[in-house]
């Protein structure tokens, strides 16, 4: 079947098997290799995207089912100039990854969260990460991170 | 040194861009021009008889290109064990063929017995489901102790036990531990079970295998720690292709921690399957197939003895253990439970008799291998706790009983019952770090505030030493190593002025090209944004052994210090000649060489060209170009040591631990860069919290895996951990390498475990419930409620 | 997943004509659905997106009645049942997490009936009606045992309309791979009496616990639990939990849920 959507801000259109996963679209079809698939369970949350401003798991969502809407990967996060988006800045500021692999579903959700909650103290960072498994860092530095990215201070009374 | 060093330096990642955009290439993201796809036909029982294998249906599915058996492999050769353990009666351990693809007989569920090639992999998968296979299930060999005992239904045919190999460390010391024991005033004994983990790397593994018919060249991109050890053992012992034949390319890679260390049949597939069908073959593990195949870690059932007199002096460690070795030997599976498990069982004490048993055992489930840790983890685990248990029963203080066994400085350095000499060390400053950093006088405080929110709360302490930077070559082959472990750089310093560096050590967050660079930089007084390294790809670098043991810094990184020296030598000599001056004349500071008592001075920048530009060149005395390789092989391990601290609550309504504090302390010698091994101990703390508090691999008797995805295998995610007090300035440089660098990357995942069940068994004591002395990991609610209510 | 027709139709009408399609399912969020299908548990040879279908989402209230429309996501219920039904917003705000929560529907979640789900113990807990494309059907008899309930196939959850309570509150105790509930128990308290359903722990999939909603009827408050218990022989064993575990869970949270809606 056809299909179409706009994806970071780009109106594409590709003919798919019904049974496409939203991932394999992004991933495949149009080259978005930035998403990743680590799991098969709708757990470890590597895969997020927003579609229509909303965080989706694109291993859960049909290709077929985002016919016509605005879907925006970790590669529509920096600016058309190349600008960092803050959170972005903020990752790499402040040692939020290291092998890399679920750091796009978790700027991602990064996003999304402080769409929802502009100024999120750790512990709703926390609760909010929970569909995301990171196993290199501890999670330690994400959450410092988006502290740093929501403008607020990182210096956390642990440290 | 120049003034400004970046050694000690928190540099940010230059990695971190392409990750964060979405830019990184990771062996999936890999598209090849007329890419097909591998699916595998794996076994659901977990020990079976290959009766037949019909894959005529297969190969008439839409898109099918290929089938293959293990008949197809019956010729070529099986993934070897590097490391040969011999038993205590001097025999060699069993080493019965790991095929490329199972022949004869399945013996785990997972085990793939049919590969099928198609033009998509939803394709192959389909065709995958469509072999026809004849097995004829056989009793599952699944209890550790039962199989070790049971001759008569075996993993392996061929061989007379499922015990692979009985090891004694040291034999020679065994009846005099004994003695010891038997004559103690207090013998502590504890019986636990070092629980079985999945890795999991957020990257399932893929391959990609490519095959030229014009230069019959191969090419395979994969999942890989270590891309020239996969060249190795795919060349030389698989699948015989002259080693100059292969490239083997690891990219970006996500997350290893042991898992890909190792060669795994599907990599000789794709090649195969490339060749025989003259495009490439892509395969990618999906979740629930990783959990089926990727080595798993740990697995030990153990019984830990520990003698001392009244005052808590330590007389004596004994200990038997059956480690599980899973269906086939994976390839560092005999290292792992013997030489990086019991030479540790001595710990950060002076204790004069120790005296170590491990049988390892085949068993049909998932190969066991080492993860993050490997061995040390395991003995650090059991000492640790055996040692929490001792000081309850004699009433001493966790601290103090440590403190009192410690091998204090001036005894470095240190020859151990189980026959390692630690250089350095100073455990007692490494404690004072801690105790101020985990704010211990305020415990009561604490304990008062839980309480009053109806919360059982509990302080664990742990020590740990490791022997890491794995390792020297003379040292691992007298312990039966098969391998050399030292490791390569190349420093090529371009016409420009700019420098690639190759080497051997892969970075799949270790933060290799960021420190690395931080070293070079340092050495030759030049800008590390300058500096790039070049990894991960068998054609552009030198044979380096790759990542793991928390050996590439302290190897690597000194084989790119050797590599670096040898450039300023060679560069002396340009300089040299350029000033007119005989090269010991000439010295080098702040990346300006001079020559000495004169105001002649020429930028690095200036003598790199000059190797490049050798118009005037004495060529009989200097060689055109600045490039250098060294192999630094070290003249031991590393022992990088650290002292834990754990506070937990502990909800009696539930059973349910949270960790409300966690400080490290930990002396791994000088630091490159702060920001990057604090990364390390933040993500191997969290790794040794979801081993005590919610990992574990679990079979059933059949051998069903029954913790076989995410819905079922828990790993901490952000709420499960707090944030980390870590401390790394107590440290005492590693006498023996020129960084005096000692690792971090496994530190955190083997001093936690222990810390953290200490202080759950703490804060149950603390509440009346006496009797309860140890809980197995994982410390489930479930487990702790039991225990709570059963005691 | 093995292959299959997408339709996705505009009305309940035409949704199901194409649900009377021989192994035709209906799609909600897919939460659950899809990972069963990429498992190959399940292999629809239609599958039917109810997605876009106008007046399928929404929340809106009626005199002592919380009406959520069958497509409406958790995220949706989590922002806007808030105001007039706390209980059944801070139930929705945990399911799953956030991304599962942009998809999942309250109309796929009861007609899954996953028996470790959270929302079928709201729909019993509140003794919500069922609301279908043919007709209401009460919680009490919507619930028929483990992924079993009273729909037909082809059927249609519309809307839920759960009487609003005096006061209600949900305890969740995640099983920690999933984070679906271990056991889940929703309280619910109203002028003629007090309701409790289960989640997570009963074999036969959510249930109301008859016991202590008459002891909390006359005396709400966790004593009044004091020496009720449920039977561990009815309860889930698993990996991460025995029956007695679970058994003494329901018990726990019922009291914490107490609590908390006290």
């Known amino acids: 079947m056809k299909i179409s959507m706009t994806v970071n801000g780009k109106e594409v259109a590709r003919e798919v098997e019904d049974r496409r996963l939203l991932v394999d679209?992004?991933?495949?079809?149009?080259?978005?290799?930035?998403?990743?698939?680590?799991?098969?369970?709708?757990?470890?949350?590597?895969?997020?995207?927003?579609?229509?401003?909303?965080?989706?798991?694109?291993?859960?969502?049909?290709?077929?089912?985002?016919?016509?809407?605005?879907?925006?990967?970790?590669?529509?996060?920096?600016?058309?100039?190349?600008?960092?988006?803050?959170?972005?800045?903020?990752?790499?500021?402040?040692?939020?990854?290291?092998?890399?692999?679920?750091?796009?579903?978790?700027?991602?959700?990064?996003?999304?969260?402080?769409?929802?909650?502009?100024?999120?103290?750790?512990?709703?960072?926390?609760?909010?990460?929970?569909?995301?498994?990171?196993?290199?860092?501890?999670?330690?530095?994400?959450?410092?991170?988006?502290?740093?990215?929501?403008?607020?201070?990182?210096?956390?009374?642990?440290? | 040194m120049p003034k400004d060093s970046v050694i000690g330096t928190s540099t940010k990642r230059r990695e971190d861009k392409r990750f964060i955009t979405g830019r990184g290439q990771y062996t999936d993201d890999i598209v090849l021009k007329d890419q097909t796809y591998a699916a595998f036909a794996r076994s659901d029982v977990a020990h079976g008889k290959i009766v037949s294998i019909d894959t005529s249906a297969a190969e008439a599915m839409p898109g099918v290109l290929a089938v293959f058996t293990g008949e197809d492999f019956a010729e070529v050769g099986g993934n070897p064990a590097g490391w040969l353990i011999?038993?205590?009666?001097?025999?060699?351990?069993?080493?019965?063929?790991?095929?490329?693809?199972?022949?004869?007989?399945?013996?785990?569920?997972?085990?793939?017995?049919?590969?099928?090639?198609?033009?998509?992999?939803?394709?192959?998968?389909?065709?995958?489901?469509?072999?026809?296979?004849?097995?004829?299930?056989?009793?599952?060999?699944?209890?550790?102790?039962?199989?070790?005992?049971?001759?008569?239904?075996?993993?392996?045919?061929?061989?007379?036990?499922?015990?692979?190999?009985?090891?004694?460390?040291?034999?020679?010391?065994?009846?005099?531990?004994?003695?010891?024991?038997?004559?103690?005033?207090?013998?502590?004994?504890?019986?636990?079970r070092n629980n079985r983990l999945s890795p999991n790397p957020i990257e399932p593994r893929c391959s990609i295998g490519d095959f030229n018919p014009g230069t019959e060249d191969y090419t395979l991109y994969t999942t890989s720690q270590n891309p020239h050890l996969t060249r190795l053992l795919v060349c030389a012992f698989v699948m015989g292709i002259p080693e100059n034949k292969l490239r083997v390319v690891a990219p970006d890679v996500g997350g290893g921690f042991g898992s890909k260390i190792y060669h795994y049949g599907e990599e000789a597939l794709v090649l195969a399957a490339a060749k025989r069908i003259g495009r490439p073959v892509k395969w990618t593990c999906s979740r629930s197939e990783a959990f089926l195949t990727d080595a798993h870690g740990r697995d030990h059932v153990t019984k830990i003895e520990l003698a001392?007199?009244?005052?808590?002096?330590?007389?004596?460690?004994?200990?038997?253990?059956?480690?599980?070795?899973?269906?086939?030997?994976?390839?560092?599976?005999?290292?792992?439970?013997?030489?990086?498990?019991?030479?540790?069982?001595?710990?950060?004490?002076?204790?004069?008799?120790?005296?170590?048993?491990?049988?390892?055992?085949?068993?049909?489930?998932?190969?066991?291998?080492?993860?993050?840790?490997?061995?040390?983890?395991?003995?650090?685990?059991?000492?640790?706790?055996?040692?929490?248990?001792?000081?309850?029963?004699?009433?001493?203080?966790?601290?103090?009983?440590?403190?009192?066994?410690?091998?204090?400085?001036?005894?470095?350095?240190?020859?151990?019952?189980?026959?390692?000499?630690?250089?350095?060390?100073?455990?007692?400053?490494?404690?004072?770090?801690?105790?101020?950093?985990?704010?211990?006088?305020?415990?009561?405080?604490?304990?008062?505030?839980?309480?009053?929110?109806?919360?059982?709360?509990?302080?664990?302490?742990?020590?740990?030493?490791?022997?890491?930077?794995?390792?020297?070559?003379?040292?691992?082959?007298?312990?039966?190593?098969?391998?050399?472990?030292?490791?390569?750089?190349?420093?090529?310093?371009?016409?420009?002025?700019?420098?690639?560096?190759?080497?051997?050590?892969?970075?799949?967050?270790?933060?290799?090209?960021?420190?690395f660079p931080q070293i070079v930089a340092d050495r030759l007084g030049i800008d590390e944004s300058k500096i790039e390294i070049v990894h991960g790809d068998t054609a552009k670098i030198p044979f380096g052994m790759g990542t793991y043991g928390s050996r590439s810094l302290a190897v690597c990184g000194s084989a790119v210090v050797r590599a670096t020296e040898k450039i300023i030598a060679k560069a002396k000599l340009i300089a040299g000649h350029m000033m007119e001056a005989g090269d010991a004349e000439v010295d080098f500071e702040d990346g300006v060489f001079s020559v000495r008592g004169t105001n002649k001075n020429v930028p690095f920048g200036d003598v790199a060209l000059k190797a490049y530009i050798p118009h005037d060149f004495p060529l009989d005395r200097i060689e055109p170009g600045l490039e250098e390789t060294a192999f630094y092989d070290p003249a031991n391990f590393t022992y990088p040591s650290g002292c834990y601290a754990c506070e937990v609550e502990v909800d009696p309504g539930t059973g349910k631990v949270e960790v409300m504090s966690f400080a490290a302390a930990d002396d791994f010698g000088n630091v490159i860069n702060p920001m990057v091994v604090e990364g390390q101990v933040h993500g191997g703390i969290a790794q040794g919290i979801g081993q005590a508090l919610m990992e574990n691999a679990v079979y059933d008797e059949n051998g069903q895996l029954l913790s076989a995805s995410y819905m079922d295998y828990t790993m901490p995610r952000a709420y499960d951990v707090p944030m980390f007090k870590v401390d790394h300035s107590a440290n005492t440089p590693c006498t023996h390498n020129p960084l005096g660098v000692k690792g971090c990357g496994e530190a955190g995942a083997i001093g936690s475990p222990p810390a953290l069940v200490n202080a759950v068994i703490d804060a149950l004591q603390r509440a009346g419930r006496s009797s309860v002395t140890h809980i197995d990991m994982p410390l489930t609610p479930s487990r702790v409620w039991d225990a709570i209510h059963n005691s | 997943?093995?292959?299959?027709?997408?339709?996705?139709?505009?009305?309940?009408?035409?949704?199901?004509?194409?649900?009377?399609?021989?192994?035709?399912?209906?799609?909600?969020?897919?939460?659950?659905?899809?990972?069963?299908?990429?498992?190959?548990?399940?292999?629809?040879?239609?599958?039917?997106?109810?997605?876009?279908?106008?007046?399928?989402?929404?929340?809106?209230?009626?005199?002592?009645?919380?009406?959520?429309?069958?497509?409406?996501?958790?995220?949706?219920?989590?922002?806007?049942?808030?105001?007039?039904?706390?209980?059944?917003?801070?139930?929705?705000?945990?399911?799953?997490?956030?991304?599962?929560?942009?998809?999942?529907?309250?109309?796929?979640?009861?007609?899954?009936?996953?028996?470790?789900?959270?929302?079928?113990?709201?729909?019993?807990?509140?003794?919500?009606?069922?609301?279908?494309?043919?007709?209401?059907?009460?919680?009490?008899?919507?619930?028929?045992?483990?992924?079993?309930?009273?729909?037909?196939?082809?059927?249609?959850?519309?809307?839920?309309?759960?009487?609003?309570?005096?006061?209600?509150?949900?305890?969740?105790?995640?099983?920690?791979?999933?984070?679906?509930a271990m056991v889940g128990v929703f309280v619910a308290r109203f002028a003629d009496g007090v309701r409790v359903a289960v989640t997570g722990a009963g074999n036969d999939g959510v249930f109301r616990w008859s016991e202590a909603e008459s002891a909390l009827s006359s005396n709400f408050s966790a004593d009044a639990l004091a020496g009720l218990s449920v039977s561990a022989d009815d309860m889930i064993a698993d990996i991460h939990g025995s029956g007695a575990y679970r058994a003494h869970l329901v018990k726990e949270l019922t009291g914490r849920a107490v609590l908390a809606a006290s």
């Open chain 2, 86 to 192: 011999h038993s205590r009666d001097g025999t060699p351990m069993t080493e019965p063929k790991r095929p490329v693809l199972a022949h004869g007989k399945v013996r785990h569920v997972g085990d793939a017995y049919a590969a099928v090639i198609a033009e998509t992999a939803e394709q192959a998968r389909d065709a995958a489901e469509a072999i026809d296979a004849t097995i004829e299930e056989l009793p599952a060999i699944v209890d550790l102790r039962q199989a070790a005992s049971d001759t008569s239904n075996r993993v392996h045919d061929e061989v007379a036990s499922n015990v692979c190999f009985d090891w004694g460390w040291i034999e020679d010391n065994r009846a005099a531990v004994d003695e010891a024991i038997k004559g103690a005033p207090h013998v502590t004994t504890l019986e636990l």
């Open chain 2, 308 to 515: 001392t007199d009244f005052d808590g002096n330590f007389i004596a460690v004994r200990t038997e253990t059956f480690a599980n070795l899973g269906a086939y030997l994976s390839n560092f599976a005999t290292a792992t439970p013997t030489f990086l498990h019991g030479t540790l069982m001595a710990g950060n004490y002076t204790v004069p008799n120790v005296y170590v048993n491990v049988k390892g055992v085949f068993t049909n489930t998932v190969p066991v291998d080492a993860y993050r840790g490997a061995g040390r983890p395991e003995a650090t685990f059991s000492l640790e706790r055996v040692i929490d248990k001792c000081a309850r029963e004699l009433g001493i203080d966790p601290i103090e009983i440590r403190r009192k066994n410690y091998i204090k400085p001036h005894q470095f350095p240190y020859t151990t019952p189980v026959a390692l000499e630690y250089d350095t060390g100073d455990y007692d400053a490494v404690m004072d770090r801690l105790e101020a950093i985990a704010d211990l006088s305020g415990f009561e405080r604490r304990l008062n505030d839980s309480a009053s929110r109806g919360k059982l709360r509990g302080l664990g302490i742990s020590s740990y030493i490791e022997a890491c930077g794995i390792a020297p070559s003379n040292l691992v082959g007298a312990l039966g190593g098969r391998v050399g472990l030292y490791d390569a750089a190349t420093v090529r310093v371009n016409a420009t002025g700019t420098i690639s560096v190759m080497v051997g050590a892969h970075s799949h967050g270790q933060s290799h090209e960021t420190t």
């Open chain 3, 1 to 180: 997943m093995y292959n299959f027709e997408f339709q996705k139709p505009g009305s309940i009408e035409d949704a199901v004509a194409a649900l009377r399609h021989e192994d035709a399912m209906p799609l909600g969020g897919g939460q659950t659905l899809l990972p069963t299908m990429k498992a190959r548990l399940a292999s629809p040879t239609r599958l039917v997106s109810l997605g876009g279908i106008p007046g399928m989402k929404g929340v809106s209230s009626s005199g002592d009645t919380l009406i959520v429309k069958g497509g409406t996501t958790h995220a949706i219920v989590a922002r806007e049942a808030g105001g007039v039904f706390p209980g059944l917003a801070q139930l929705a705000s945990h399911i799953g997490d956030a991304a599962v929560r942009s998809r999942g529907t309250i109309g796929g979640s009861l007609a899954n009936n996953d028996p470790a789900a959270c929302y079928p113990a709201a729909a019993l807990g509140t003794g919500a009606t069922i609301k279908t494309d043919r007709r209401e059907i009460a919680a009490d008899e919507f619930f028929q045992g483990m992924f079993s309930t009273a729909l037909d196939e082809g059927e249609i959850i519309t809307e839920v309309r759960f009487p609003i309570p005096q006061a209600a509150n949900y305890q969740k105790f995640l099983q920690p791979a999933s984070r679906f």
């Open chain 1, 25 to 159: 679209y992004l991933r495949q079809d149009l080259g978005l290799t930035g998403t990743h698939v680590g799991c098969d369970t709708s757990q470890c949350g590597a895969c997020v995207v927003h579609v229509d401003g909303e965080p989706v798991k694109a291993c859960t969502m049909l290709a077929a089912d985002a016919e016509g809407a605005q879907v925006k990967t970790i590669e529509g996060m920096a600016g058309k100039d190349g600008t960092l988006h803050a959170i972005q800045a903020a990752f790499q500021e402040h040692h939020g990854l290291q092998c890399g692999f679920c750091t796009p579903g978790m700027i991602m959700s990064a996003a999304a969260l402080l769409k929802e909650n502009p100024k999120p103290n750790e512990h709703e960072i926390r609760e909010y990460l929970d569909g995301n498994i990171c196993r290199c860092t501890g999670y330690h530095n994400i959450v410092k991170a988006i502290m740093a990215a929501s403008g607020q201070p990182v210096a956390i009374a642990a440290e």
